[in-house]
């Protein structure tokens, strides 16, 4: 039997092999894998490796095994007030944003002539640096006392600077403001029309239509807060008494004051599993309190 011939496969010319979908992806997906393994995964393996360190910056890295784990734990006095302070900061200060940013967006759902001005001047203060400014406000001798006739030293008193931290967090709710605006604006009208006919009242209808879509700004405003840092690294150093020492100034310190780079990376690394452990907690439970419309 005669072979069959074969025509010989054609050589693709540069802008053929460029014209093709996947090529055409890769590129345009280029630049961000490339920035995300040099700025995001590279430097998270290398802390990693540095968690099992004494490394100074100095001196090259010499490896101790689990040292800085177990000093963190068991024989750092500083460790567990941060990290008190930092649940104190997130347990209080996310579900007050929460509210204030679903309330205000609530009130803005509407459109109106002003509407797009309104969502300015609330987005306003969550883009522009206020911390100087806060804490001028909230000096001894600042507008705050000024306002209402005080004489309170808001940042010199364990039971108060903390909580001038938390009203900062609370005041600038203008992101997660505006995802709670495009959230409600994407909840279908038959919901609520559903629900009516069902003979849900406001209340009903609010938990549970409206609420579920916190999820999403739940986590993000979780996140946030345990990296929270530059209020407590410019406004109050720490101060009084390590009460608003916030755990990224902390491993700041260690890290770069202290010069101790491999403890540094070990805090970083506790408490990307907490964070890891609460999220993961989060996204397990949300089938009970989260409505998706492609699940029914």
């Known amino acids: 039997m005669s072979k069959e011939k074969t025509s010989p496969k054609r050589k693709r010319t540069l802008g053929q092999w460029l014209d093709s979908p996947n090529v055409s992806g890769y590129v345009f997906v280029g630049p961000f894998i490339i920035g995300f393994l040099a700025f995001m995964m590279v430097p998270m393996l290398l802390s990693f490796a540095f968690s099992f360190t004494r490394y100074n910056i100095l001196q090259s890295p010499t490896f101790i095994g ?10 750092d006095p500083k460790f567990w007030k941060v990290f008190g302070v930092t649940m104190y900061y997130v347990v209080f200060s996310v579900p007050l944003r929460l509210i204030m940013a679903l309330i205000v967006a609530m009130l803005l759902v509407k459109s109106t002539k002003l509407s797009g001005f309104y969502r300015a001047v609330y987005y306003l203060p969550s883009i522009i640096a206020v911390a100087i400014l806060w804490k001028r ?9 000024g306002l209402f006739g005080l004489d309170i030293a808001w940042l010199g008193r364990s039971d108060t600077a903390i909580w001038t931290l938390i009203i900062l967090a609370v005041w600038q709710f203008g992101s997660s403001m505006l995802i709670f605006l495009s959230g409600l604006k994407q909840i279908p009208v038959s919901l609520y029309e559903a629900a009516t006919m069902d003979g849900a009242g406001g209340v009903h209808k609010f938990f549970k239509i409206t609420l579920p879509m916190i999820f999403f700004n739940l986590i993000n405003q979780l996140i946030n807060g345990f990296m929270a840092f530059t209020q407590s690294y410019i406004i109050t150093q720490g101060k009084p008494r390590d009460t608003t020492l916030f755990y990224t100034v902390y491993m700041y310190q260690n890290a770069f004051t202290y010069n101790k780079l491999g403890y540094g990376c070990a805090l970083a690394w506790f408490m990307i599993l907490v964070v890891g452990i609460l999220t993961l907690i989060l996204f397990k439970t949300q089938n009970k309190w989260v409505y998706y419309e492609s699940e029914g």
């Open 66 to 75: 689990l040292e800085n784990y177990i000093t963190m734990f068991t024989d």
């Open 137 to 145: 406000m909230f000096a001894s001798d600042g507008v705050i006392n």
